[in-house]
């Protein structure tokens, strides 16, 4: 029926003439595009809005899959509406596609008034004020939040700063391993600098040869598995040989650099791993199985970000209890058997299959998610309320708890008590760069796609039984034919932000 509504409204506003313009949201998004962002700060001076118990105040709120389905969106919901229950303000879940584009719904009426997504997504909505700056003088947790998240949600508008969003998690892609798969005699024979880590979770080459070893004992089973369609993971293997998304640290998106240094092999890197997988690399197959996979023990390593721990958790828990384990056993045993820890080095040759040589320290693409509150939000200081609640020492804590994420605030970061030594080693990768983080800037949206497409025809090329692309004799990846095709990925993604569209 929402939708319905929604359809019909714009059908309708759009056979209007155009004094009338302003019904189908248009209006509306033209007055916030003009005015000053200064202004925007006037909507968080007075007292907090208060609603009546027949009209009370609803708040909309975004958030992502994994805090509903994990149960932490009720309990901040639940929380949020008992503390202020006697301004009648309600708190409820938006209802909306985790993606949903608030430039397309706020003016309509139909965007949240608070929501939470990656600084990507958050960060675009500067151009065309769909978010306001936020208060610093009136944020709890700013004080908390360390440089990068700040800098992260700074917008630099005609020289002067506006901070738009409050950092939440800290987020990259790291390995997550199961210890309790690992050979018997990895001590003796997977250990060869015996520091008491395998060498498979610490060197790309030892965990290629590991994958090939593990399927060619049991066709069923996979050693190290990813879907490398998704660029956000697969990015990092071109970071780590020199390549950048957009120059004048991701701020000049003219100087577009994912062929740079030599990324090539990092595009070669791909080609090796994708031989040792299986087709489902090619899409997002091993993305949509990738949890119940890596609990079944079918993978014995992913690629994951640190709010999907719950899920791994859960998922083996559940397996474990299926095999007759007590909850608490299942409980720590997953704990324990769960192992996080930095993608592994990669070869300075780009070559898998050598057996010794120098590595370098593998890159990933990250990010900052956090919240920011909408343009078009009739309440903007009950919106802030609930900010404020939701990035509170507290409820951060409680989303660790439920979600494993890494926290942003540097007081939840030292005490939070799930995938601790996760958290604290973002920060490490963040001070050694290696983290590298997505950019708050418009045109960070037009670099998906054509990477998506890249890598998904490179992932393609061990499965192709003639007119291999990237593929040489011998296994040995072209790097030539690599290094065109990620030229052709410049080009198109700034034709997408400068041509097309526009």
């Not at 003439?17 to 925007?40: D, T």
């Not at 708050?440 to 490179?458: H, K, N, Q």
Request: hydrophobic letters at 35%; one cysteine or more.
């Amino acid at each position: 029926m929402k939708f319905f509504r929604k359809f019909f409204i714009s059908a309708f506003c759009l056979c209007l003439a155009a004094p009338l313009a302003a019904c189908n949201g248009g209006g509306l998004r033209e007055k916030y595009a003009e005015q000053s962002l200064a202004a925007l700060y006037d909507k968080f001076e007075g007292d907090l809005e208060r609603g009546t118990p027949d009209r009370p105040i609803t708040l909309h709120v975004l958030e992502n899959d994994t805090a509903k389905s994990s149960g932490y969106l009720k309990v901040l919901l639940d929380g949020f509406n008992e503390k202020y229950k006697d301004y009648n303000i309600v708190a409820v879940d938006a209802n909306q596609d985790q993606y949903s584009n608030l430039a397309d719904d706020g003016p309509y009426g139909y965007g949240p008034d608070v929501l939470y997504q990656a600084n990507d997504m958050l960060m675009k909505y500067c151009d065309g004020k769909h978010i306001t700056p936020l208060p610093i003088e009136k944020l709890d947790a700013y004080n908390q939040l360390p440089e990068l998240a700040k800098k992260t949600y700074t917008y630099n508008y005609k020289n002067a700063e506006y901070f738009m969003g409050v950092g939440v998690n800290m987020q990259a892609g790291m390995l997550y391993y199961r210890k309790d798969l690992l050979p018997a005699d990895w001590e003796t024979a997977w250990d060869d600098n015996k520091n008491g880590v395998p060498d498979m979770v610490e060197d790309m080459r030892k965990l290629y040869k590991w994958s090939k070893i593990r399927h060619d004992n049991n066709s069923a089973e996979y050693g190290f598995m990813q879907s490398f369609d998704d660029p956000y993971f697969s990015c990092g293997y071109l970071f780590s040989y020199g390549a950048y998304v957009f120059g004048s640290n991701n701020t000049n998106t003219k100087d577009i650099g994912f062929d740079n240094g030599n990324a090539k092999l990092g595009a070669g890197i791909i080609l090796q791993l994708a031989a040792v997988m299986n087709s489902g690399c090619v899409d997002n197959s091993i993305t949509v199985a990738r949890e119940s996979e890596f609990a079944s023990g079918a993978y014995f390593a992913v690629p994951d970000t640190q709010d999907m721990y719950g899920t791994l958790s859960s998922e083996l828990i559940s397996v474990y209890r299926k095999q007759g384990m007590s909850s608490s056993e299942a409980r720590a045993a997953a704990e324990k058997n769960i192992v996080a820890v930095p993608m592994p080095a990669l070869p300075v040759s780009g070559d898998l299959t050598e057996t010794d040589g120098d590595t370098i320290d593998a890159i990933t693409m990250g990010g900052i998610n956090g919240y920011a509150i909408s343009s078009y939000t009739k309440y903007p200081k009950a919106s802030l309320a609930f900010l404020n609640y939701a990035t509170s020492y507290e409820m951060i804590l409680k989303r660790n708890r439920y979600l494993g994420i890494a926290p942003a605030r540097s007081d939840c970061n030292r005490d939070c008590t799930v995938q601790a030594d996760v958290a604290h080693s973002l920060y490490s990768m963040v001070e050694t760069d290696r983290i590298s983080i997505m950019p708050s800037v418009y045109g960070v949206e037009r670099i998906w796609t054509p990477l998506a497409t890249a890598f998904t025809d490179i992932a393609t090329d061990p499965y192709r039984t003639s007119g291999k692309k990237y593929t040489l004799g011998g296994g040995k990846c072209n790097y030539n034919a690599l290094d065109k095709l990620l030229k052709s990925v410049n080009r198109n993604i700034y034709d997408s932000i400068y041509t097309i569209n526009r």
